[in-house]
Every structure is written in C-alpha cells, then in structure tokens.
C-alpha cells in the first residue's frame, strides 16, 4: 500500500519540476518519487558511516587493519 505526504519546495525547484514533468509527458510525482528511491539508501549509507565515525572517535569502537579483516573472513588469497 502506497502513502501520501506533502512536502514543500522552493519556486524555482518547483517550476524545474513543472517543466521536466511537462516535455516528458510524466507526472511530477513521478520524478519526486523517483529522486526519493535513487537516493534514501545513499543517505541511509551516509548516516550509518557517521554514526560510526563517532563511535570510533568516542573510543566506543575501535579499527584494525584491513590486511586483518580480510584474513579473519578468508579474503586474503
């Protein structure tokens, strides 16, 4: 089952997404949702990497040496 929400854009991203809506003969929905699908897991990647950047800066994680994780998983031939 699909959602609805609303969001709100600036005029000129609005009047881009008009136009390209228009010479293509597709809907602006259409084009949201697919700059939604193409770039969530991207943000979700940037997060999760920030999120344990800090951990590792707080001393809540630490690192090792790829040489040693590629050993430890049997990726070192």
Do not use: C, N, W
Not at 6 to 17: F, G, K, Q, V
Not at 55 to 77: S, Y
């Amino acid at each position: 089952m699909a959602k609805q929400t609303a969001i709100r854009l600036p005029d000129e991203t609005y009047e881009r997404l008009q136009a390209l809506a228009a010479r293509t003969g597709r809907t602006a929905t259409f084009y949201i949702r697919q700059a939604i699908e193409e770039h969530l897991e991207d943000l979700e990647d940037i997060y999760l990497a920030e999120s344990v950047l800090e951990k590792i800066q707080r001393g809540e994680m630490g690192t090792r040496p790829l040489k040693e994780a590629m050993e430890e998983l049997g990726l070192d031939d």
